[in-house]
């Protein structure tokens, strides 16, 4: 019986690694000294030479393994320890180094950030280490110097005002500690001022609705500041009016808000009795410091909301009509002044003009609405000599 014979073998064969297999070891303090080393040879007075050095030194060292050991370096001289002290190993002369934002003259803290810039836009890849780094340098406020932290500031608000980060990264500042301590909201004020100095006021408030950070504002107060009147004090004598009238601004559209939404819950339940809409209404217009002109605006938006309107011309007239006479109390309760009819009159003229289907159906609106003494003679002929809006002007006062 014949046995299968065993394939032939090399002795001796030396099986090669392919180079991507290869796991490089890893050796940030290696990084670190090269880094070092090559920046304390040019020294503070001369950024274009180190703007080259950390150019050419891309090609060389691993910047995609080591980023955030090279942004430690380059903000704050050496590679950072936990809590934002310099790690101290290796040989004590590549420690730290002083070109780094930290020990830079505050008036070429843009220089750096410049610096910064064009090795991010050489080396894409290190975008996502430089986000990372602004938002861990962020929590080790509480373990730099004052003037580090100044500096820290004024470079964050450049760097946010040109979009080289994400606004987003100022979440750090949520830190129990960092507030309590009131160091978030220091830090932040100089940010904001750097950021206004840097591009504009609407460039802040832009950004700080798409980082969702619009309505948190307060919460970078200590504890025992978190009111109204500490943040317009504080942002007024910071020089940051502007902030302070966005601040009003957004509570007054929280406001808005928050009527609406409990407006559309009652009307979505159907409550049966209008005299309890009308009644809570009242009370949460007196609890929000909401005026008259503008709630009756909110309520109009609420009814004409609250309906699924009949996509036929003729049929959405006596629709619209026996839905607004049911409510016509409702809407009473807030025209007490004339520029609330007024106000009434302009947002039911734009409702019909962005809505073709009740182009035809606002002359019928009006009189039932006068007839129900929501709106008065006198408002309709102000209305309609000068208070009306400029949209289709000419068919509606025609109608």
């Known amino acids: 019986m014949s046995q299968k014979q065993p394939k032939p073998t090399l002795s001796g064969q030396r099986i090669r690694t392919r180079k991507r297999d290869e796991k490089e070891k890893q050796d940030p303090l290696a990084f670190r000294d090269a880094i070092i080393q090559g920046l304390q040879g040019i020294g503070n007075n001369d950024l274009d030479q180190v703007q080259k050095f950390l150019d050419s030194s891309g090609s060389k060292l691993n910047y995609r393994l080591y980023g955030e050991y090279l942004f ?29 934002i930290f020990e830079s003259n505050d008036d070429d803290l843009k220089a750096y950030v410049q610096v910064i810039n064009k090795v991010i836009a050489r080396y894409r890849y ?58 978030s909201l220091q830090f932040l004020t100089k940010v904001f001022q750097s950021w206004v100095k840097e591009k504009d006021f609407n460039s802040l408030s832009s950004s700080l609705r798409k980082a969702e950070l619009e309505n948190k504002l307060l919460e970078f107060f200590p504890p025992n500041k978190q009111t109204e009147e500490m943040f317009e004090k504080h942002f007024n004598a ?57 709630v009756v605006i909110l309520v109009w938006k609420g009814l004409m909301k609250a309906v699924e309107w009949n996509k036929k011309e003729e049929l959405v007239a006596d629709q619209a009509l026996r839905h607004l006479k049911f409510y016509a109390p409702l809407l009473a309760t807030f025209t007490s002044q004339t520029k609330s009819e007024i106000n009434l009159l ?13 182009t035809k159906v606002f002359q019928k609106m009006v009189m039932l609405l006068y007839k129900t003494d929501v709106l008065s003679e006198d408002t309709i002929i102000k209305w309609y000599k000068g208070g009306h809006s400029t949209k289709e002007k000419l068919f509606f006062l025609s109608r």
């Open 238 to 294: 910071h020089g940051l009016e502007k902030l302070v009238a966005f601040q009003k601004a957004q509570q007054a559209l929280g406001t808005r808000r928050a009527f609406q939404l409990q407006l559309k819950e009652m009307l979505d339940q159907e409550t049966p009795v209008l005299k309890e809409i009308i009644s809570t209404c009242k009370e949460e217009m007196k609890k929000s410091q909401l005026l008259e002109d503008d």
């Open 346 to 358: 302009v947002k039911m003229q734009d409702y019909c003009y962005d809505n073709m289907n009740f």
């Open 72 to 100: 430690d370096v380059l903000f704050a001289g050496g590679v950072l320890a936990p809590g934002g002290s310099i790690l101290e190993e290796g040989e004590k002369s590549t420690w730290k180094t002083t070109v780094c």
């Open 126 to 183: 290190l975008q996502k280490a430089f986000e990372d780094e602004i938002t861990k340098i962020l929590l080790f406020l509480k373990g730099f110097t004052e003037d580090q932290r100044n500096k820290l500031a004024i470079v964050t608000g450049i760097i946010l005002a040109n979009g080289m980060a994400s606004p987003t990264s100022l979440s750090s500042l949520f830190s129990e500690t960092l507030v309590k301590e009131g160091l």
